[in-house]
Nanobody, 121 residues
Framework: VQLQASGGGLVQAGGSLRLSCAAS????????VGWFRQAPGKEREFVSG???????AYADSVKGRLTISRDNAKNTAYLQMNNLKPEDTAVYYC????????????????WGQGTLVTVSS
Protein backbone atom coordinates (compact mmCIF):
# COMPACT_ATOMS: atom_id res chain seq x y z
CA VAL A 1 0.00 0.00 0.00
CA GLN A 2 1.24 3.49 -0.82
CA LEU A 3 0.91 6.13 1.85
CA GLN A 4 1.07 9.90 1.80
CA ALA A 5 1.47 11.86 5.00
CA SER A 6 0.51 15.52 5.24
CA GLY A 7 -0.48 18.21 7.71
CA GLY A 8 2.82 19.16 9.28
CA GLY A 9 3.86 22.72 9.85
CA LEU A 10 5.17 25.31 12.27
CA VAL A 11 3.19 25.84 15.45
CA GLN A 12 3.81 27.49 18.79
CA ALA A 13 4.05 25.47 21.97
CA GLY A 14 0.56 24.62 23.20
CA GLY A 15 -0.84 24.65 19.69
CA SER A 16 -2.43 21.90 17.62
CA LEU A 17 -1.97 20.16 14.31
CA ARG A 18 -3.71 17.28 12.59
CA LEU A 19 -1.65 14.93 10.48
CA SER A 20 -3.23 12.81 7.78
CA CYS A 21 -2.07 9.57 6.20
CA ALA A 22 -3.85 8.78 2.95
CA ALA A 23 -3.62 5.27 1.54
CA SER A 24 -3.83 4.21 -2.08
CA UNK A 25 -5.62 0.90 -1.66
CA UNK A 26 -9.19 -0.06 -0.91
CA UNK A 27 -7.78 -2.80 1.34
CA UNK A 28 -6.53 -0.11 3.72
CA UNK A 29 -9.21 -0.98 6.31
CA UNK A 30 -7.44 -4.32 6.85
CA UNK A 31 -4.16 -2.63 7.73
CA UNK A 32 -2.84 -1.48 11.07
CA VAL A 33 -1.34 2.01 10.94
CA GLY A 34 1.51 3.38 12.95
CA TRP A 35 2.84 6.90 13.38
CA PHE A 36 6.55 7.29 14.04
CA ARG A 37 8.74 10.34 14.36
CA GLN A 38 12.40 11.12 13.93
CA ALA A 39 14.06 14.17 15.39
CA PRO A 40 17.45 15.39 14.14
CA GLY A 41 20.23 13.16 15.40
CA LYS A 42 17.81 10.70 16.97
CA GLU A 43 16.42 7.33 16.03
CA ARG A 44 12.94 6.89 14.65
CA GLU A 45 10.51 6.27 17.50
CA PHE A 46 6.99 4.97 17.87
CA VAL A 47 4.32 7.59 18.55
CA SER A 48 0.98 5.89 18.11
CA GLY A 49 -0.77 3.01 16.38
CA UNK A 50 -4.26 1.89 15.44
CA UNK A 51 -5.37 -1.58 14.45
CA UNK A 52 -7.83 -2.47 11.71
CA UNK A 53 -10.50 -2.79 14.41
CA UNK A 54 -9.75 0.56 16.02
CA UNK A 55 -7.63 -0.50 18.99
CA UNK A 56 -5.05 2.15 19.79
CA ALA A 57 -1.65 2.48 21.43
CA TYR A 58 0.45 5.48 22.39
CA ALA A 59 3.96 6.24 23.50
CA ASP A 60 4.02 7.44 27.11
CA SER A 61 5.41 10.80 26.02
CA VAL A 62 2.30 11.64 23.99
CA LYS A 63 -0.52 10.07 26.00
CA GLY A 64 -3.30 12.54 26.69
CA ARG A 65 -2.08 14.97 24.00
CA LEU A 66 -2.19 12.99 20.75
CA THR A 67 -5.12 11.00 19.39
CA ILE A 68 -4.98 8.54 16.54
CA SER A 69 -8.04 7.71 14.46
CA ARG A 70 -8.98 6.36 11.08
CA ASP A 71 -11.72 6.84 8.51
CA ASN A 72 -11.80 3.67 6.47
CA ALA A 73 -14.32 5.12 4.04
CA LYS A 74 -11.69 7.70 3.09
CA ASN A 75 -8.72 5.30 3.34
CA THR A 76 -7.13 7.77 5.72
CA ALA A 77 -5.66 7.72 9.21
CA TYR A 78 -5.18 10.80 11.36
CA LEU A 79 -3.05 11.97 14.24
CA GLN A 80 -4.58 14.84 16.17
CA MET A 81 -1.84 16.61 18.06
CA ASN A 82 -2.80 18.96 20.89
CA ASN A 83 -0.78 20.84 23.47
CA LEU A 84 2.33 20.46 21.37
CA LYS A 85 5.73 20.85 22.99
CA PRO A 86 9.10 21.80 21.48
CA GLU A 87 10.26 18.22 22.05
CA ASP A 88 7.57 17.04 19.62
CA THR A 89 9.55 18.66 16.81
CA ALA A 90 10.38 15.92 14.29
CA VAL A 91 9.57 14.46 10.92
CA TYR A 92 6.47 12.35 11.35
CA TYR A 93 5.96 9.23 9.29
CA CYS A 94 2.96 7.00 8.88
CA UNK A 95 3.36 3.31 8.17
CA UNK A 96 1.06 0.36 7.54
CA UNK A 97 1.15 -3.38 8.05
CA UNK A 98 -1.40 -6.14 7.58
CA UNK A 99 -1.11 -7.61 11.05
CA UNK A 100 -1.74 -5.74 14.31
CA UNK A 101 -0.16 -2.75 15.96
CA UNK A 102 3.58 -2.85 16.39
CA UNK A 103 5.92 -0.52 18.28
CA UNK A 104 8.82 -1.36 15.98
CA UNK A 105 9.50 0.46 12.74
CA UNK A 106 11.15 -2.65 11.28
CA UNK A 107 7.79 -4.44 11.40
CA UNK A 108 6.25 -2.07 8.86
CA UNK A 109 6.71 -2.56 5.14
CA UNK A 110 4.86 0.48 3.83
CA TRP A 111 5.86 4.04 4.67
CA GLY A 112 4.75 7.51 3.78
CA GLN A 113 7.25 10.20 2.87
CA GLY A 114 7.15 12.06 6.19
CA THR A 115 5.83 15.44 7.21
CA LEU A 116 7.77 17.96 9.29
CA VAL A 117 6.33 19.24 12.55
CA THR A 118 8.13 22.16 14.17
CA VAL A 119 7.05 23.42 17.57
CA SER A 120 8.50 26.72 18.67
CA SER A 121 8.86 27.69 22.33
Amino acid sequence: VQLQASGGGLVQAGGSLRLSCAASERTFPSYAVGWFRQAPGKEREFVSGISWSGSTAYADSVKGRLTISRDNAKNTAYLQMNNLKPEDTAVYYCAARRVGISYYASDFGSWGQGTLVTVSS
